[in-house]
Nanobody, 121 residues
Framework: HVQLVESGGGSVEPGGSLKLTCDGH??????MAWFRQTPGKGREVIAQIDTFGVRTYADSVKGRAFISRDNFENTLDLQMKNLKPEDSGMYYCSASPMSVCGGGAIVDYTLWGLGTQVTVS
């Protein structure tokens, strides 16, 4: 039973934008995040948001990404603009039981989606 389902990935030209959505299927989570996995860097957190709406971003996407959540619809979005080839990768939605998001360590996150591929070229 998959509890987090990502959508919105695809191919985008450099300089373009995209919006990824994560469907929590009716479940409410505290800290949620988007991770990106690439062959060279592994899986790293790029954006987090807690139940208070506090957001944090990786330096690589700061100023170009916006993470948001709808606690009523139980969805998590990631909007990115001015995309670069290095933004390519598999994007994962994830949830943590922590009420306040920490540093984005993978071990803090216990629930994962299957990912959606983003290719910028």
């Amino acid at each position: 039973h998959v509890q987090l389902v990502e959508s919105g990935g695809g191919s985008v030209e450099p300089g373009g934008s995209l919006k990824l959505t994560c469907d929590g299927h009716g479940n409410t989570y505290t800290c949620m995040a988007w991770f990106r996995q690439t062959p060279g860097k592994g899986r790293e957190v790029i954006a987090q948001i807690d139940t208070f709406g506090v957001r944090t971003y990786a330096d690589s996407v700061k100023g170009r990404a916006f993470i948001s959540r709808d606690n009523f619809e139980n969805t998590l979005d990631l909007q990115m603009k001015n995309l670069k080839p290095e933004d390519s990768g598999m994007y994962y939605c994830s949830a943590s039981p922590m009420s306040v998001c920490g540093g984005g360590a993978i071990v803090d996150y216990t629930l994962w989606g299957l990912g959606t591929q983003v290719t910028v070229s």
